[in-house]
């Protein structure tokens, strides 16, 4: 039968490599923070957004209100683009849901989004 070999020698020769991966001291420098978000600026995100996935950009329009802490996002497109705003099962609608939550977050207020007819 074959020879069991062991593991733990090998071992001594990634610990080295991870050290040298870590570089000075051990110590790792993490990326600057990142800047705040306005909550103002949310509305361009989503304007930015929604144009990217219409047919007629030039008829997308975001209002937004803002209100103790949570900001709402009323997002309307042209009619004809309501199915790629709104996606298969809702997905992108959600998605961009999700996604201005996110930079909610980053601009500390809680965010909604609403799809409205124009």
Sequence with gaps: MGEVQDR???DGELDDVL???EGDGGESSS???LPRLEPSAL??????LAKGLVDAPDKVRVESVEREGTVTLR????????????????????ALRTLLR?????????THVEIVEQ
Excluded: N, W, Y
């Excluded at 009619?79 to 609608?93: F, L, V, Y």
């Excluded at 996110?102 to 809680?110: E, L, P, S, Y």
């Design 19 to 21: 050290d040298d991966e």
């Design 31 to 33: 990326p600057p923070p």
């Design 43 to 48: 509305a361009g995100v989503l304007e930015f």
């Design 8 to 10: 733990d020698a090998d």
């Design 102 to 110: 996110a930079a909610g977050v980053r601009a500390g207020v809680g």
């Design 75 to 94: 997002l309307s497109v042209d009619q004809p683009d309501m199915g790629k705003i709104i996606g298969r099962s809702g997905r992108t609608a959600r």
